[in-house]
């Protein structure tokens, strides 16, 4: 009898929790969202705002790559060197603070080097070895003129190759040049160079500021005011501040 009293009060108060619970359960509120919740949210929205403005600056930056892979004209351009040349004629001293103003914007020679390190056509448009590597034929740019209106062809540049070489030259490298044996010019656009020896740097050497065309007119002063047939042309050297120079409407490549 006390097992089935027992038993029947172990259940009511088993029934009573149980009513209590759902009863506690209908009436809580509905839980918050989570902090956590909350911050991946915030990060996400965060996320998707940086995402548009990386792909706005994106567009812009290809804007303005454009502008700026186009030929711009007109202005000035100033650049900054760290020292001032001792002169402007590079085939008098082998100060590299000359090359750095002289050549390729005032001078040119008959080839040059691009920026990869190939050899690449300046006065001359091609050139060729023989097979022995001692004869060199150079076939120059038909219709360029020098600064002063005087032509360039393959009798100016016999005649500056020859300068180089001569005894009392004021070149500094005259051994670049002397190693050629004899230099002809078949036509007014065809220079031809015979080597006394095979030498592996004579094309090298043809690409620096040493080898740059002068005009037969004029040259004594390059020093002061150099003449050449590049894309800008002297106009002042101010001492100890600045050289100047002007642009070319005549250049062979404009």
Known sequence: MMNRIRFRNLFLLSALITVI???FYACEKPKEPSVTTEIIEKLAERID????RVDQLSEQVKQLSEKLAAPLKGGSMIIAVGDEPPGLDPTASASAAIDRVVYANIMEGLIKVDRSGQFVPGLATNWNTSPDG???MFYLRKGVTFHNGEPFNAQVAKWNLERSAAEGTKNAHP?????????ETPDDNT???TLK???????VHMAEGDAVMLPMKGFENTAAAPIGTGPFK????NRGDSVEMVRNEKY???
């Open 21 to 23: 619970f759902f009863a």
């Open 49 to 52: 705002q940086l995402t548009k």
């Open 134 to 136: 001692k004869v060199y």
């Open 175 to 183: 051994e670049f040049f002397r190693v050629i044996e004899k230099i």
């Open 191 to 193: 220079l031809k160079l």
């Open 197 to 203: 020896v095979v030498d592996a740097l004579f094309i």
């Open 234 to 237: 002297f106009a002042k050297w």
């Open 252 to 254: 062979w490549n404009p």
